[in-house]
């Protein structure tokens, strides 16, 4: 069963996530895309949500925008580290327009001084290398570092959060793929037990001893039956390509009908204890749609105090090293070289209001974040207190159901000794054999329901593949 294979599952699940921490968040294997090839052994349920962590497209989108995220989050660190910098730059101008400045002498010898003058370059070129770090950004600098770490947490808790839908889908597809298998064999069990009585009647009708009415009744009753079985087997079919699309696989053209899909798994039944106020509790304190708001909350206090940095000075030093042409000089080639290095601020007494209209906007946003935090917290509580419910319901259904299909087939049982003593009607036949078969379809219901119920009940809690706090991606 599928709940004894959970630990294989979330190492698996897990050793993806690291997969997703580097600077490549995206695995090999997910980057790839679905595989082509179909799948001929028979799989699990491991097996399937394996497969579709590393191929369903919901979860390959999600991966996208971690690495998008993380993206991001080397940006917003980019104001706290230093910038190297290379600077080149080239210019020619018309000679004509360069003024000139001449110094020639005024009368013979003046002053003993001799005669001189400027020469200007019209091209002029220059090269420098320099580093510029800042030292006060007005809080942005701090405020940089936990925004990138925080966005990365919340892009993490979102990714978990779509995980584990795909999961929860990906348990009800399989589930689904065996109540329809299920569904076939009851519907195959009812015909072979109407064709046997429709032999039954004929031969009796034959020998004389019933009239043509019971060979027509058990005729109708078996032309009514091989419609179930015809839409039972059209439903396996629409089970397993739901199920393969939720794995990625893509299906191959040549195949028509019925999809090479084999699943290893039996629907089941095993006890699972919860009660209401501690599945609430533990859902608001593991459910990773909340941690991400968390996290937004705590991201919209860092775009609060970005926004009013802009009232505060901004302070660089640089240094670097140069070199140029000479101004007064035509030839390029003489070379003026040296280091430099500096400091600089900037302030702006006043922008026009921008700053302000910023600290609103950013103040807006965070208190949308308090209500969202509020409204999805409720919508999870409801969430956690209807899968319950529909839980205790499935649950009560199956215990009800426990020794029906035996009495069922018991109560056939005598009712064809009755009938072929003669003490009994070909109507108690029939209605024995219908009972037989409606308590076979309540009982695999009954099954499949109980376990999607507690699939969705797990997922509702935030429990099931995953540990309530999965380990964060470590900063790239």
Known sequence: MFFGQTRSIRVIYLAGLLGLAGTAPVSAAASQGPPVNWPTNTLSLADCLNLAFTQNSAVLRSQTELDATYGLAIQTKAIVLPKVQIVGNYQAVDEASIDKLKVSDLGAGLNGMPSFSFDYAYQNWSAKIQVVQSLYEGGRMASALRTARLSKDQALASHHAIVADT????RIAYDDVLLAEDQINVQEASV???DQELENTTRRFEAGTVPRFNVL???????NAR???IRARNAYRISKNKLADLLGFRVPQEIWEDLPLQLSGKLGAEPYAVELPSAIARALEQRTELQALRKAQALGDEAVKNAQAGYR???QVFGGYGTRNSSFDKDL???LDGWFAGAQMSWNLFDGLSTKGKIDEARARRRQADVNLDSTTRQIELEVRTAYSNFIEAREVLESQKKVQEQAEEALRLAIA???????TQLDVLSAQTSLTEARTTQVMALRD???ARARLERAIGEGLFSAAPPPAPTP
Not at 167 to 170: G, I, P
Not at 217 to 223: D, P
Not at 418 to 424: F, I, K, L, M
């Open 167 to 170: 999961m929860l889908a990906v």
């Open 333 to 335: 080639t003489y070379i």
């Open 450 to 452: 109980y376990s999607v």
């Open 217 to 223: 009744r058990a005729e109708v009753e078996l032309a």
């Open 418 to 424: 009755r009938s072929d003593a003669g003490t009994g």
């Open 192 to 194: 072979k037990l109407l």
């Open 227 to 229: 419609p179930r079985l």
């Open 313 to 315: 000075p901004s302070v």
